[in-house]
């Protein structure tokens, strides 16, 4: 009777261990290398640096970034408000 105890409680702390693990949120995993695309929170720190005063090169320091993915934001940014605008580029962004 203890063997079948015994054998019955391995049982159990068997399914609730792998239960307790199935609850687990997945580990995100990826099998790109590379940095992350850069998301909308990051553009607008950009854009939020550069009306500061920051160069593409500090704001790329700063964020942890390349300089190209800078320069990309604040490029479409101003071809953005140049369409909104009627072709002018304005001064500030």
Do not use: C, Y
């Not at 019955?8 to 239960?19: C, D, G, I, K, T």
């Not at 949120?25 to 290398?33: E, G, M, R």
């Not at 920051?54 to 140049?82: C, F, W, Y």
Request: aromatic share 4%; charged share 25%; hydrophobic share 40%.
């Amino acid at each position: 009777m203890e063997e079948t105890v015994d054998g019955l409680s391995a049982a159990f702390e068997q399914v609730r261990a792998r239960l307790e693990e199935a609850m687990q949120p997945p580990a995100v995993s990826s099998a790109w290398s590379g940095s992350p695309s850069i998301n909308l929170n990051r553009r607008g720190q950009v854009l939020r640096l550069f009306r500061r005063g920051d160069t593409p090169r500090q704001i790329a320091a700063t964020l942890g970034i390349r300089q190209g993915e800078v320069d990309l934001i604040i490029k479409v940014h101003r071809m953005v408000l140049s369409g909104a605008s009627g072709g002018k580029t304005p001064d500030l962004l």
